[in-house]
């Protein structure tokens, strides 16, 4: 027996929980034993919001994807700025994951972009946490300090006094920016905004990823013409 979605008026088959056409949720229902007959006496089965989230087995998923990803996506990781589109890639691989595990046929856009929001937030922290750490051990335990002192060092005599200098400053600027950049607080701060900038980004990637992994589910679902 078919029925009409209430939506796109498709023909609906009335053990469906989705409309196969728009993906609406379809009231299903069946009589048991001792049932009156035409009176719904349980769900076959619970019909899902595709804007909600069951975060319990989307965090399992968001953990496994994420951890490895934040690793790839540290400052010192040798895939350097592909690290963005891998963390875009982990968002979406989420989303079909968690679509997978939850044998649903598609969540919104929203819904895959707060999945790739945390897969964004779990691996920001990560490579976060990997670049200091990765600093810590180069300079205190590898004794490296003079080396980057040195690398940063020429970086701001050589490149950034010359972009302050066609800017139009004075000597007077250029060296109270010289002498900041070159100090402990400097360096640190310039540290700290680059990490933050990263997470940022991360933050930006994953986001996208999420929502077009969600994107892919909802074309997944459309039956051909």
């Known amino acids: 027996m078919e029925i009409a979605c209430s939506r796109c008026?498709?023909?609906?088959?009335?053990?469906?929980?989705?409309?196969?056409a728009c993906g609406l949720p379809q009231l299903v229902y069946s009589t048991e034993d001792g049932a009156v007959q035409g009176q719904p006496e349980r769900w076959n089965e619970p019909v899902r919001d595709a804007g909600s989230i069951d975060w319990k087995p989307a965090l399992r998923v968001v953990m496994m994807l994420a951890v490895p990803a934040g690793l790839l996506c540290s400052a010192f990781s040798p895939v350097g700025i592909l690290g963005l589109l891998w963390m875009a890639a982990a968002s979406a691989w989420a989303v079909l994951l968690y679509v997978r595990s939850q044998q649903a046929r598609w969540i919104t856009l929203g819904a895959g972009a707060r999945i790739g929001l945390v897969t964004g937030l779990v691996g920001g922290w990560i490579a976060a946490a990997t670049t200091g750490i990765t600093l810590i051990v180069m300079r205190f335990l590898l004794h490296q300090g003079k080396d980057i002192d040195g690398t940063w060092q020429g970086m701001v005599m050589g490149e950034m006094t010359r972009k302050w200098t066609e800017a139009g400053a004075d000597a007077h600027t250029i060296a109270a920016f010289q002498g900041w950049f070159l100090s402990p607080e400097g360096?640190?701060?310039?540290?700290?905004?680059?990490?933050l900038f990263l997470v940022s980004a991360l933050l930006f990637f994953a986001v996208a990823g999420g929502a077009l992994g969600a994107r892919l589910t909802a074309r997944a679902r459309r039956p051909e013409v």
């Open 187 to 195: 360096r640190a701060g310039f540290a700290l905004a680059g990490i």
């Open 9 to 20: 008026h498709r023909p609906v088959q009335t053990e469906d929980c989705y409309c196969p």
